[in-house]
């Protein structure tokens, strides 16, 4: 269908196209309803944080964790039914994992997007408005009785041709953007860069006498540990640096993978805000620490290259902010601060690479809903406790990935994605496509929760005293 000033009023219009988004409109493909929906992407083709794609990295979430099988396990759009398609189903029954190869992750994403008509790429959006029903039904082709609308302008990226497209609802995954402090940029990108662009500038870092990597999370891992399998054949120096305390692992107990559910999303939900902003901030362990097969394969490599007294001419160090960046002969000055110990000391290195983490900005084509749109006390989204974003309209705006402040760590997880999506399909359509799952976990998150599972607990602990066998307590 073609776009234009004349377009027909679509059900839904998405904005960016990463997992959360085509996993929507994977599930909107298997409803009985014809909804007419497009996913809108700025770039030409869909590739998946195609600078970390490395050989060797897999997926953080079980393969179960596709687009669609936790929400519909019959979906033809499943990571098994691809496998079934793509005449490697017998292969991965073999491979006896969990976690799946990064790489296929991507080609499975790909081979979902080119199996539905929704997507749209060369479409940047830069601007989103709501037309009122009596000022835009002419214009969208529809009776005096038809609702107002959101009018999504894009524009081709390569070419600035313009679009414009008509929704009743919005789906928001935009996604996030690599994020690099202020005081760290202004350097040559081939120099100093954020982890996002590595596997593009690769062949760079293998050139240099020096390397250091900034940060402890996953993607800085998957570097230290690339570079290290690489080292003895380009022989340059590694070292690694964190502000954290350590280069501590990522929670994966299964009584901690708990926390990614949608009781405990909803449970974070109901809590005061500044509550859920403390929780927030201590919990990085829970989805941004390292994986422990990564953190053991760096140590395993680090042990084998020590045998016989060999020096692996690598350095790791913790407690460290880097304050500033400095051009110098022949690389760049590390202005390192070991906060622990309050002393400071200069770093050389010819690569800087930054795993600094990622943003997730309010994005400029939203400014003429400013307005219309419910703020907190700090400038983020008011957003409901089924992930829509709170606005004065009476067209939804579903947000991907957008509500960890207000829902938790689950938010950018992918395992929750098909869940939210379901709530989002269920409200689109009016009925239950998807199953509403509740009781998925052992644990109880709220009181209200555990009292009425346990019978001998009561709501203000007056009917029952606890008893215990235990003499010392």
């Known amino acids: 269908m073609t776009d234009g000033e004349d377009a027909p009023v679509r059900d839904v219009v998405g904005v960016g196209l990463g997992p959360f988004n085509l996993g929507l ?30 050989d060797g990295t897999t997926l953080e979430v079980p393969f179960l964790a596709d687009l669609v099988t936790l929400a519909d396990p019959t979906s033809e759009h499943s990571y098994l039914n691809y496998l079934r398609e793509t005449g490697r189903i017998y292969e991965f029954y073999f491979y006896e994992t969990f976690q799946i190869p990064r790489r296929e992750y991507n080609d499975y994403l790909r081979w979902v997007v080119e199996r ?112 290290l399998e690489r080292q003895p054949e380009h022989d340059y120096r590694l070292d690694w640096l964190t502000r954290s305390e350590g280069f501590f692992p990522m929670e994966y107990s299964k009584l901690g993978l708990q926390h990614f559910t949608p009781e405990y999303a909803q449970y974070v939900y109901d809590l005061p805000q500044s509550t859920t902003d403390d929780l927030v901030a ?8 390292v994986d422990p097969e990564t953190s053991a394969a760096i140590y395993d490599l680090l042990y084998r290259r020590s045998i016989g007294g060999a020096d692996p001419d690598v350095g790791l160090f913790a407690m460290t902010d880097v304050r500033d960046i400095a051009a110098v002969d022949g690389g760049y000055a590390l202005d390192c601060h070991q906060w622990q110990a309050e002393e400071s000391f200069v770093h050389e290195s010819e690569v800087v690479v930054l795993g600094t983490g990622y943003e997730r900005p309010v994005p400029g084509f939203l400014d003429p809903l400013e307005d219309d749109i419910a703020w907190d006390d700090r400038g983020r989204f008011e957003v409901t406790a089924d992930h829509r974003l709170d606005v004065d309209l009476p067209g939804d705006v579903f947000l991907q990935n957008a509500d960890l402040h207000t829902h938790g760590v689950g938010a950018p997880d992918l395992g929750l994605g098909a869940h939210r999506n379901a709530t989002f399909v269920n409200r689109l359509l009016g009925r239950d496509a998807y199953p509403d799952d509740v009781d998925t976990v052992f644990q109880d998150f709220s009181v209200d929760a555990f009292v009425e599972r346990a019978p001998g607990a009561s709501r203000d602990g007056s009917e029952t005293t606890a008893t215990t066998t235990d003499p010392d307590r």
Do not use: C
């Open 25 to 54: 409109a994977a599930l909107l493909d298997g409803v009985a309803e014809d909804v007419d929906a497009v996913f809108l992407e700025r770039e030409a083709e869909f590739n998946w944080h195609e600078g970390m794609l490395l």
């Open 116 to 227: 539905l008509d929704a997507p749209a790429f060369r479409r940047e959006v830069v601007d989103v408005r709501w037309a009122d029903a009596d000022a835009s039904a002419a214009d969208a082709g529809a009776g005096a009785d038809a609702p107002g609308h959101y009018v999504v302008t894009a524009r081709d990226p390569e070419t600035g041709e313009r679009y414009t497209y008509r929704g009743r609802h919005l789906a928001l995954g935009i996604g996030s953007r690599p994020h690099v402090p202020e005081h760290l940029r202004g350097h040559p990108d081939s120099d100093v860069f954020h982890t996002a662009a590595y596997r593009h500038t690769r062949e760079r870092v293998l050139d240099a006498d020096s390397v250091t990597v900034v940060g402890s999370g996953q993607s800085a891992a998957e570097v230290v540990a690339d570079l």
């Open 282 to 289: 201590n919990q990085d362990l829970l989805y941004k620490g």
